[in-house]
């Protein structure tokens, strides 16, 4: 770690820089010197990495000037600031979105065409930064944009994982899982902070001893301690001279060698042990539902915790020393989920054993200065800990955890007098053959705000999993519905249809995308619709032309484009996706053809890697395409396939390409969806059930421009204890007909018994998502949909009104709420570079 300067070098001295240009001479420079002296190419290469890395450095190099000026900014205002404390940000690429977000697009296309590069060629040189799962990883992305665009004093926490979401290859229809080194080739983006490294302790135990002041305290001792370095990415706001942090932790050795190891001469053994403690960072887990019970992923969530509590911490106190009376009143931690909540306990830990506060006065700080974001309603996915595990891996936070639970059972018995059932049921601590801490419930007690991720979402906490807690404390309950950042999904992912819009209602919408609601009268003239729908046509050719790599398209794109990717899931319901595609082959098969609409259906997504039935719903799909894209009767009808290692950068050529969205889960179980807003916001129109944000977004759009199937939520419960799959199997001559097909093995012929779990699923009378029961109606809006395409200018009609209808799913409309609602945060203006 450098040491700290004895005598303090003027800062002025150091940092007072002329600015940097933005033009295309100053991007041609900036590339030219990062090349030869930050890289050190001497030959003319033509290597596109480093022609990549030399224009990041050069972007690298504006947005500097601009995050020193928000620091100074933020410090010098010293109001209120927030902390979005999160497992995942799943970034995806930077580049780009740093050239859009400066306003240097048109500057550095000049550049390259000057030079002779094509900026297509250095874009894809940069590896995703996969640092997620899925939805809620990307959330985080979004809102770290949004809250730079809004010019909010928010800093993002995470980790650093050396290995992000898997890359997934498909082997014989099978997923197999790469490892993704997304750092092997370096990332030019992140700027390592060692100074502020801090130290997390592990294991060891505690011990009660009587301070000079008399009172009983806690020491946590013989800890196994690890170090937490900080890697800092810079968040660009969109042309607003703001750059905001996303501080990653990274894990690291402490220096000290076991002695007694290295005494008995294991030098070797010795400082391999180290390693053991940069494993904590070393993978990011692939379950986009709950792991369970893996002490390495407790450990991450409290190393992710306490560094970031001791980084706010360290900050706190070079200011205000030990007063922390002002400390609630100035900072905020929204939990992403319940990942991180055990920051509840580790901040009354930092205050009361670290900090000297009482226990009242520490419980008064963190209870109003934490908020909790849920986003699950799958009671197998609210995440639990065995106690024991706790005990042996952080026994001091274990006894915190108690001590709340104690007081707040306290608080239980006052409110519902003798109803023990209550008590048990709200327990921090779930009883049984082992413990378990419940800490959904440490997140709601420690919080002063509980928020769901969309209407229904929200409503349906309310009623089922924290029903007790609503009771208690109807205050803290709130609807945060989620949204997309429409830089990234749109101004970048898109932009042929960015232009047109641009020249119909100008430019603004980018910041206020409430302005695509101006497009709306243009839906009914012809020119326009025409316009619009050779834009789209267009992004169609492209996807061909890029995923023909990988898989071979041969529809061309007049088809109907229905495209389903997000994560592999039961209750997402990829399998009615290619039920239905069966089906449609079975028609072709039986020379039911003469109105079928030319489709290609296009599903992507991972699987956890221990999830048995996502994995063989991917191998089905997988063979499924396969028989049905060689049978010649398919041939400019129909087409399936499977689009392997679906991330960010594919979404982005992704979406654009969508005629009609998949989001078919069962109702009551998606807490939202923000593919369904990304489909939407670029014009696909969206067959769906009424389940998460799918609600709001036929709300806005109005129905007769939504596919709506399905039964809803209530019918869904109330179906349930009734529910009879293999009677309405026989009583749907197209459901019969696709079952015998699969229990013929007519597409695993040569695997005999490979899809019977799947069978079994369908068939069986608890099957949790009920497939079954929406698969007539889920037919039947296929069906609506197809005849609705044949009628391209009523089509492209209700594109244009979806995209019209999207404003309310801008991600700076939802961090305008978080703010208003929960962080009550004053943006502020850095100082223009210059
Ligand atoms: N949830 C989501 O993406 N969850 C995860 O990625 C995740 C859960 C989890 C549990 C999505 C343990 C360990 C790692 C984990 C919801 O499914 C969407 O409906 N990772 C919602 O739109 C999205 O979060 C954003 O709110």
């Known amino acids: 770690m450098p040491k700290k300067p004895t005598k303090k070098t003027s800062p002025c001295a150091l940092t007072e820089l002329p600015a940097l240009g933005l033009a295309s001479k100053d991007v041609i420079n900036g590339i030219r010197q990062h090349y030869s002296y930050t890289l050190g190419r001497d030959l003319p290469c033509d290597a596109p990495h480093y022609l990549y890395t030399a224009l990041a450095l050069t972007l690298r190099d504006r947005l500097m000037e601009r995050w020193r000026n928000s620091k100074d900014a933020y410090r010098d205002a010293s109001g209120r600031r927030a902390y979005y404390l999160s497992m995942e940000f799943l970034i995806g690429r930077s580049l780009g979105n740093a050239m859009l977000n400066l306003g240097m697009t048109g500057e550095v296309s000049k550049a390259l065409y000057d030079m002779g590069l094509k900026l297509e060629d250095l874009v894809s040189e940069e590896q995703d930064a996969g640092l997620g799962n899925g939805g809620l990883g990307r959330l985080a992305a979004c809102f770290m944009d949004s809250c730079a665009t809004l010019q909010l004093p928010v800093m993002g926490y995470g980790l650093r994982y050396e290995y992000g979401m898997f890359r997934q290859s498909i082997d014989n229809g099978f997923q197999v899982e790469n490892p993704d080194h997304w750092l092997r080739n370096g990332h030019p983006w992140e700027l390592e902070r060692p100074e502020l490294t801090a130290r997390i302790r592990f294991g060891g135990r505690t ?67 180290q390693n053991a403690a ?53 900072n905020c931690f929204q939990l992403n989920d319940t990942h991180p909540s055990i920051a509840v306990a580790e901040l009354m830990r930092l205050l009361v054993d670290e900090n000297d506060l009482l226990w009242n006065d520490a419980w008064e700080i963190t209870r109003n200065c934490m908020a909790y974001t849920n986003h699950t309603l799958l009671p197998e996915a609210l995440e639990r800990w065995s106690v024991p595990l706790f005990r042996q891996l952080l026994p001091r936070l274990l006894e915190i955890i108690f001590e709340i639970n104690a007081r707040f059972l306290g608080r239980v018995a006052t409110h519902w007098p003798g109803e023990t059932e209550r008590l048990t049921r709200m327990s921090i601590i779930e009883e049984g053959p082992v413990q378990q801490v419940r800490m959904a419930y440490l997140a709601i007690v420690g919080s002063f705000s509980v928020n769901g991720v969309a209407e229904l979402h929200s409503n349906l906490l309310k009623q089922g999993l924290f029903r007790d807690f609503y009771e208690l404390w109807p205050e803290k309950f709130n609807n945060k519905t989620n949204g997309i950042t429409p830089r990234r999904w749109l101004a970048w992912c898109n932009p042929g249809l960015s232009g047109l819009i641009d020249s119909a209602i100008g430019e603004d919408w980018r910041t206020d995308l409430s302005q ?17 729908q050779a834009v789209r046509l267009a992004n169609k050719e492209q996807m061909i032309a890029f995923k023909s790599e990988l898989i071979n398209l041969h529809m061309g794109p007049d088809a109907l484009f229905d495209v389903q990717v997000k994560r592999i899931h039961e209750y997402k319901r990829q399998l009615l996706n290619i039920l239905h595609v069966i089906h449609l082959y079975d028609r072709l098969k039986h020379g039911d053809s003469a109105d079928i609409t030319p489709r290609c259906v296009l599903i992507g997504g991972k699987a956890a890697p221990g999830y048995a039935m996502a994995k063989q719903i991917i191998k089905l799909i997988n063979n499924v395409a396969q028989m049905v894209n060689v049978d010649p009767l398919s041939h400019g009808r129909l087409q399936v396939a499977f689009l392997p290692n679906y991330r960010v950068s594919a979404m982005e050529i992704i979406c654009p390409a969508a005629d009609l969205s998949e989001q078919i889960s069962t109702a009551g179980k998606e807490a939202s969806g923000t593919g369904n807003m990304k489909f939407m916001l670029n014009g696909a129109v969206t067959i769906g059930t009424l389940d998460g944000a799918n609600i709001e977004i036929r709300e806005e759009v109005g129905e007769d421009n939504f596919f709506l199937f399905g039964l809803t939520a209530e019918e869904v419960e109330t179906t349930r204890p009734h529910y009879n799959p293999e009677a309405i199997i026989a009583a749907d001559e197209d459901l019969s007909r696709v079952m015998r097909l699969l229990e013929c093995g007519y597409f695993n012929q040569f695997e005999p018994g490979i899809f019977d779990g799947i069978i079994a699923s369908i068939k069986n009378p608890h099957d949790p998502w009920m497939t079954a029961a929406d698969f007539r109606s889920y037919l039947d809006a296929q069906h609506r949909a197809a005849v609705a395409f044949r009628d391209q200018d009523a089509w492209t009609r209700m594109s244009i009104l979806n995209c019209a209808a999207s404003g309310r799913f801008s991600s700076d409309r939802t961090i305008g709420e978080y703010n208003q609602d929960i962080w009550r945060l004053t943006p502020i203006v850095p100082k223009a570079v210059g």
């Open 516 to 532: 695509l609601s101006r497009l709306k009268p243009l839906a009914d003239d012809a020119a326009f619709r025409e316009r619009w």
């Open 278 to 330: 940069e494993n904590i960072t070393m993978v990011l887990y692939p379950n986009d539902a709950n792991e369970n019970g893996k002490e390495l992923r407790l450990r991450q969530q409290y190393f992710l915790a306490s560094a970031s509590l001791q980084d706010v911490l360290r900050r706190w106190k070079s200011r205000y020393g030990k007063d922390f009376t002002e400390f609630a009143a100035l």
């Open 207 to 273: 011990e009660i001893f009587r301070s000079r002041d008399g009172r009983d305290r806690v020491r946590w001792l013989d800890s196994n301690d690890v170090l937490a370095v900080p890697f800092d990415v810079p968040v660009p706001g969109y042309k607003n001279g703001t750059v905001n942090t996303l501080r990653l932790w990274k894990a690291a050795a402490t220096d000290e060698f076991d002695l007694d190891e290295f005494n008995a001469g294991d030098y070797a053994e010795s400082v391999a042990s």
